[in-house]
């Protein structure tokens, strides 16, 4: 597993998602002291996924002409210009909504140009990609355990423009770990025209019913579940036991996530999709302890348990479209799953304040935990998720990236 070029892409995504880990509190936090509340949080989470959302497919096939390596050094450059820029703002006042949307969308069109690529890049630098994917997971999951917390503290300690800044450097270091990987392909696809690449994706996309009826299901949980998780978790939180534990909750979702991406080394399910699925039952005790005001030990349990359910279903996913697509095909099939895994969140961030405006922000959540656990067992009567299972895994490709 632990090849030259998947050590450089290992500490690349670790760095980079040290300051992501950051930005749910720094921007949650930010934003309520810019004077823009709950509603203006979920405006700043939507500017950033609807442009990722309306462009992934396109960065899916400019991976193809350019190689995943050089879009993704590119993306990162893009996002410690927008990073750096918005630390400014917050060191020198207060920012207006509109320059935080404007910095946010940027950042969204970086973020489609970039995710794509990760799931072409992994299959070609490694061997076993389920214990890749899990070594990944559970990197992540330790940085979105310290970062939270770390993001409170700095936010009390000496801003939220800080944050910001370490999240620009965090992208630096991503881009020069890329810079050194030694991989190449050759860019056989830019003579095609990008359509027809376009309908080709989307060809292999529809044609595997476990797909797209996991991305259906994850479109109902972008508006009713995931999309006003944060916006009013952070709300909630924050007003009943203060910033402090809001970044002590999402750390214990970090340390949830450690445990399944640990589970997920180990152990090899059969039908990966099941597995996963069964396990994201669980992920409905997030919406639901913040919901009944649980006590803060409770709540933190909560999103234990529902980050381990997370991090199994997250690699179970992953390592199934890795080993189960065409890998000529994979930038582009990634960039449909992608896409449409994010496509509804930016209407859940958004309306989310305006709704609990009118039916209190509790009932919303409430509602999300019930569709949390009717949505994975409507998975599991599907029977292609069922029967989803783990293709053999394929050898290095040492120019394919």
Same mark, same amino acid.
């Given at each position: 597993?632990?090849?030259r070029?998947?050590?450089?892409f290992?500490?690349?995504?670790?760095?980079?998602?040290?300051?992501?880990?950051m930005?749910?509190?720094?921007?949650?936090?930010?934003m309520?002291q810019? +004077?823009?509340g709950a509603? &203006?949080?979920?405006? $700043? #989470?939507? *500017?950033?996924?609807?442009p990722?959302? =309306?462009?992934? @497919?396109f960065g899916?096939?400019?991976?193809?002409?350019?190689?995943?390596?050089?879009m993704?050094?590119?993306?990162?450059?893009a996002?410690?210009?927008t990073?750096?820029?918005?630390?400014v703002?917050?060191?020198?006042?207060?920012p207006?909504?509109?320059q935080?949307?404007?910095?946010?969308?940027?950042?969204?069109?970086?973020?489609?140009?970039?995710?794509?690529?990760?799931?072409?890049t992994?299959?070609r630098?490694?061997?076993d990609?389920q214990?890749?994917?899990?070594?990944?997971?559970?990197?992540?999951s330790?940085?979105?355990?310290?970062?939270?917390?770390?993001?409170?503290a700095?936010? +009390?300690?000496?801003?939220? &423009?800080?944050?910001? $800044? #370490?999240? *620009?450097?965090?992208?630096?270091?991503? =881009?020069?770990? @890329?810079l050194?990987?030694?991989?190449?392909v050759?860019?056989?696809?830019?003579a095609?025209?990008?359509?027809?690449?376009?309908?080709?994706?989307?060809?292999?996309?529809?044609?595997?019913?476990?797909?797209w009826?996991?991305i259906?299901m994850?479109?109902?949980?972008?508006?009713?579940?995931?999309?006003p998780?944060?916006?009013?978790?952070?709300?909630l939180?924050?007003g009943?036991?203060g910033?402090?534990?809001?970044g002590?909750?999402?750390?214990?979702?970090?340390?949830?996530?450690?445990?399944?991406?640990?589970?997920a080394?180990?152990v090899?399910?059969?039908?990966p999709l099941?597995?996963?699925?069964?396990?994201m039952?669980?992920?409905?005790?997030e919406?639901?302890t913040i919901a009944?005001g649980?006590?803060?030990?409770?709540?933190m349990?909560?999103?234990?348990?529902?980050g381990?359910?997370w991090?199994?279903?997250?690699?179970?996913?992953a390592?199934?479209?890795q080993?189960?697509?065409?890998?000529?095909?994979?930038?582009?099939?990634?960039?449909?799953?992608?896409g449409?895994?994010?496509?509804a969140?930016?209407?859940?961030?958004?309306?989310?304040?305006?709704v609990?405006?009118f039916?209190g922000?509790?009932s919303?959540?409430?509602?999300?935990?019930?569709?949390?656990?009717?949505?994975?067992?409507?998975l599991?009567?599907?029977?292609?998720?069922?029967?989803?299972?783990l293709?053999?895994?394929?050898?290095?490709?040492?120019d394919?990236?």
């Open positions: 597993m632990w090849t070029d998947f050590r450089l290992f500490v690349a995504r670790t760095v980079s998602m040290a300051g992501f880990a930005m749910p509190v720094a921007t949650a936090l930010g309520r810019a +004077g823009h509603t &203006g949080v979920g405006l $700043a #989470l939507a *500017a950033t996924s609807a990722m959302v =309306a462009l992934i @497919l899916g096939v400019l991976m193809d002409r350019f190689t995943p390596r050089r993704m050094i590119g993306a990162d450059v996002r410690i210009a990073q750096a820029t918005t630390a703002l917050f060191m020198t006042g207060r207006a909504l509109w935080i949307l404007v910095l946010s969308a940027v950042n969204g069109v970086a973020t489609a140009m970039y995710s794509p690529g990760v799931a072409g992994i299959p630098i490694t061997a990609i214990k890749a994917n899990a070594a990944l997971r559970v990197s992540e330790i940085m979105m355990l310290a970062g939270p917390g770390l993001a409170g700095l936010v +009390g300690l000496a801003g939220v &423009g800080t944050v910001f $800044a #370490l999240d *620009a450097a965090g992208f630096a270091a991503s =881009a020069i770990c @890329l050194l990987m030694r991989v190449r050759a860019r056989a696809e830019a095609r025209p990008m359509l027809h690449q376009l309908r080709e994706g989307w060809q292999e996309f529809r044609s595997r019913t476990w797909m009826s996991v259906l994850w479109m109902i949980f972008g508006i009713t579940l995931f999309g998780l944060i916006p009013l978790g952070s709300e939180i924050t009943a036991y910033e402090a534990a809001y002590l909750v999402l750390s214990a979702g970090g340390a949830g996530t450690i445990v399944g991406g640990l589970v080394m180990r090899r399910p059969a039908r099941a597995a996963g699925a069964t396990g039952l669980l992920f409905a005790l919406p639901l009944l649980a006590p803060l030990p409770v709540m349990t909560g999103h234990l348990l529902g381990a359910a991090g199994l279903w997250s690699v179970m996913w390592t199934s479209i080993t189960n697509i065409p890998g000529e095909a994979l930038n582009r099939v990634s960039a449909y799953e992608i449409g895994s994010v496509m969140m930016p209407i859940g961030n958004a309306i989310a304040g305006p609990a405006g039916v922000a509790e919303v959540l409430g509602f999300s935990a019930v569709i949390a656990v009717s949505g994975c067992l409507v599991l009567a599907v029977p292609a998720v069922r029967g989803v299972r293709a053999a895994p394929r050898p290095v490709e040492a394919a990236v």
